[in-house]
């Protein structure tokens, strides 16, 4: 499939891209003063790491992570180094406090459009399937790779051969934020655990459990009291 782009008549080019969507858990637990340790530390090897590849444009949002490749093959080695990055995460190394941070990364190839941004004044892109890599990424399990079948079909025969990348292909996965069903893939070295699929469905079971106990608490803040030393304690 050809990434050439075409132009319509608003300037915008349709381009194929591979989208990388990665997101750090347990971010939520770092306090303020260790927030400034992560945003010029670990940001910073993060970033070392999307320079050695052929990025066509990336950015972050506080542990969030989107960059945008032209080929599968550089999107794949790059996830690898990230989860390799996080998989021997050391909390010394950055003056973190005593916890492992993990990394969850999904991938997925699409048409896109890409044109200059009016609010960032820098070229950027936008499409519908760039949402869908952010809706994998939440259900992925942490420091393993999730994909789209189509990024995952998509990777050479060479480059797997030649990279020893293994595609299991998982059944089909409730995204988040009600986004459908999708299959999906998991992508790994020769050399690394496969994921069964009693590990998916336990790790999806918690992913609701702590999303029903985000959803009490929320309705329990919401809950309006009728005993006033209830409200003076809100």
């Known amino acids: 499939m050809s990434n050439a782009a075409a132009s319509d008549a608003d300037g915008l080019d349709k381009e194929r891209v591979s989208v990388m969507v990665a997101d750090v858990k347990d971010y939520s637990c770092l306090s303020n003063d260790?927030?400034?340790g992560f945003f010029t530390e670990?940001?910073?090897?993060?970033?070392?790491t999307l320079d050695d590849y052929s990025t066509i444009s990336q950015n972050s949002w506080g542990d969030g992570i989107i960059a945008f490749f032209p080929e599968e093959s550089d999107a794949v080695e790059c996830a690898f180094d990230i989860r390799r990055l996080f998989y021997n995460f050391s909390s010394n190394k950055y003056n973190l406090p005593d916890t492992d941070l993990d990394i969850r990364i999904a991938l997925h190839t699409a048409w896109v459009w890409k044109g200059k941004n009016p609010v960032?004044?820098?070229?950027?892109f936008v499409g519908s399937d760039i949402a869908l890599a952010a809706r994998i990424e939440p259900i992925a399990i942490?420091?393993?790779i999730f994909a789209t079948e189509t990024f995952a079909n998509l990777i050479p025969d060479p480059i797997k051969q030649s990279n020893k990348i293994e595609i299991d292909r998982l059944y089909a996965t409730e995204l988040a934020k009600g986004w459908g069903a999708e299959e999906l893939c998991h992508i790994r070295r020769e050399d690394m655990d496969e994921i069964t699929e009693e590990e998916l469905q336990k790790h999806h079971e918690e992913i609701k459990s702590e999303k029903d106990t985000d959803n009490s608490s929320i309705r329990n803040l919401l809950i309006e009291s009728d005993d006033p030393d209830d409200k003076k304690r809100q």
């Open 42 to 48: 670990v940001l910073s090897d993060i970033a070392d």
């Open 34 to 36: 260790h927030l400034e």
């Open 142 to 144: 942490p420091n393993r």
């Open 120 to 124: 960032r004044s820098k070229s950027g």
